[in-house]
């Protein structure tokens, strides 16, 4: 079976076929910058034109930056609010003509790090954060997803953590390595603290640079902590993991 894997972030959609048996990419993945504003309509459009890049396929997995319940898209804190309560599945079945799973981005990519990666065969609590345009979360029992943690918004220091552990935030303010990684430490230590997790894995395309900042994390907490193996392809390949489960 063909199963394309699609994921929508805040600056780029980027999509490939996938094999599911290594977890690589068949192609060369297509990136299209993501449209402003992001509308469903808009956004749709792009997935198709990256869907018809490949040449269709048997069925897609879409990942969403937000949280998504059986198809429907409940927030949207880095798009455009069209999404909110949106049945995001049926508006991509019907603008595709194929079937389509849509999941958020974060647990589509924990999913693909825990068959594939660094999460690979680790027991116990799994606790995977990407680091992006927003802040995702992807949390693992003995390899089992407990999905839309959201855990990117809880507080710290009376601020939402993505406005300051996110990537955006370090190039938007220009934070100094030191200065952001002790950011995201005291995050993980926030994290820690909650949900005493045996292993984090950091994802987001910041991870490619992870001997800058992790260095600087170490004191905050004591729990292991990764880079995401599959980098930027984890989205991909965790959609259309996805897919194949959800509609198998
Ligand atoms: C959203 C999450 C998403 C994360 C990463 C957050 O702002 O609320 O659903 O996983 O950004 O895109």
Same mark, same amino acid.
């Given at each position: 079976?063909?199963?394309?894997?699609?994921?929508?972030? #805040? @600056? *780029? /959609?980027?999509? %490939?076929?996938?094999?599911?048996e290594?977890?690589?990419?068949?192609? =060369?993945?297509?990136? !299209?910058?993501?449209p402003?504003?992001?509308?469903?309509?808009?956004?749709?459009?792009?997935?198709?034109?990256?869907?018809?890049?490949?040449?269709?396929?048997?069925?897609v997995?879409?990942?969403?930056?937000?949280?998504?319940?059986?198809?429907?898209?409940?927030?949207?804190?880095?798009?455009?609010?069209?999404?909110?309560?949106?049945?995001?599945?049926?508006?991509?079945?019907?603008?595709?003509?194929?079937?389509?799973?849509?999941?958020?981005?974060?647990?589509?990519?924990?999913v693909?790090?825990?068959?594939?990666?660094?999460?690979?065969?680790?027991?116990?609590?799994?606790?995977?954060?990407?680091? #992006? @345009? *927003? /802040?995702?979360? %992807?949390?693992?029992?003995?390899?089992?997803?407990?999905?839309?943690? =959201?855990?990117?918004? !809880?507080?710290?220091?009376?601020?939402?953590?993505?406005?300051?552990?996110?990537?955006?935030?370090?190039?938007?303010?220009?934070?100094?390595?030191?200065?952001?990684?002790?950011?995201v430490?005291?995050?993980?230590?926030?994290?820690d603290?909650?949900?005493?997790?045996?292993?984090?894995?950091?994802?987001?395309?910041?991870?490619?640079?992870?001997?800058?900042?992790f260095?600087?994390?170490?004191?905050?907490?004591?729990?292991?902590?990764?880079?995401?193996?599959?980098?930027?392809?984890?989205?991909?390949?965790?959609?259309?993991?996805?897919?194949?489960?959800?509609a198998?």
């Open positions: 079976m063909n199963i394309l894997g699609i994921d929508i972030g #805040g @600056t *780029g /959609i980027k999509g %490939a076929p996938v094999d599911l290594s977890g690589k990419l068949l192609h =060369e993945r297509h990136r !299209i910058d993501t402003k504003p992001a509308t469903p309509d808009a956004v749709a459009d792009v997935v198709k034109t990256i869907v018809e890049h490949f040449g269709g396929g048997d069925r997995g879409i990942t969403f930056p937000g949280i998504v319940k059986n198809g429907v898209t409940r927030s949207a804190a880095n798009v455009d609010k069209g999404w909110v309560d949106l049945d995001a599945a049926k508006h991509f079945v019907k603008k595709l003509g194929l079937p389509v799973t849509v999941v958020n981005d974060a647990d589509a990519a924990g693909a790090e825990v068959h594939f990666g660094a999460g690979r065969n680790v027991p116990g609590v799994v606790l995977m954060v990407t680091l #992006g @345009t *927003g /802040i995702g979360s %992807a949390l693992f029992l003995n390899g089992n997803l407990v999905p839309n943690t =959201e855990l990117g918004h !809880i507080e710290v220091r009376g601020k939402d953590a993505e406005k300051r552990a996110s990537e955006r935030v370090r190039e938007q303010k220009e934070l100094s390595w030191k200065r952001w990684g002790a950011n430490g005291e995050y993980l230590g926030r994290l603290a909650l949900f005493s997790p045996d292993l984090f894995i950091i994802g987001g395309g910041v991870c490619k640079k992870a001997d800058k900042f260095p600087f994390l170490k004191k905050f907490t004591a729990v292991p902590i990764l880079p995401a193996q599959l980098q930027n392809d984890a989205g991909i390949v965790g959609a259309a993991l996805l897919a194949q489960h959800i198998g």
